[in-house]
């Protein structure tokens, strides 16, 4: 069982930035490739971001390429979403997920074993 919880979020001004956080519980974090998915209002949840076990494969979705890198230190048990040059479109709620697959990365939710409670991440024009 692995529990997780984010932080980080918060109201943010067109083309600025946010970096969100991701701890989890328990000894076997980098046994876990990470994700992050976001879900605004009316809208299904969508992939972010996915990193592997080691951290060393990394990708993301089109929308955010360039402007978000996802990052993870396993001696801390955690995982970043580094967000830049944000823009409204970019207004959700923000979620971190594990995956214990066999693949280095996944990129679709029902992939995913374990979810965090998600935050909120606002940005106003």
């Known amino acids: 069982q692995v529990q997780l919880v984010e932080s980080g979020g918060g109201l943010v001004q067109a083309g600025g930035s946010l970096r969100l956080s991701c701890t989890a519980s328990?000894?076997?974090?980098?046994?876990?490739?990470m994700g992050w998915f976001r879900q605004a209002p009316g809208k299904e949840r969508e992939f972010v971001a996915a990193?592997?076990?080691?951290?060393?494969?990394?990708y993301s979705t089109d929308a955010v390429k360039g402007r978000f890198a996802i990052s993870r230190d396993n001696a801390k048990n955690t995982v970043y979403l580094q967000m830049n040059g944000l823009k409204p479109e970019d207004t959700a709620v923000y979620y971190c997920?594990?995956?214990?697959?066999?693949?280095?990365?996944?990129?679709?939710?029902?992939?995913?074993?374990?979810w965090g409670q998600g935050t909120q991440v606002t940005v106003s024009s």
């Open positions: 997920a594990a995956y214990s697959g066999v693949r280095g990365v996944a990129t679709t939710r029902h992939e995913y074993d374990y």
């Open positions: 328990g000894r076997t974090f980098s046994s876990y490739a």
């Open positions: 990193i592997s076990r080691s951290g060393v494969f990394t």
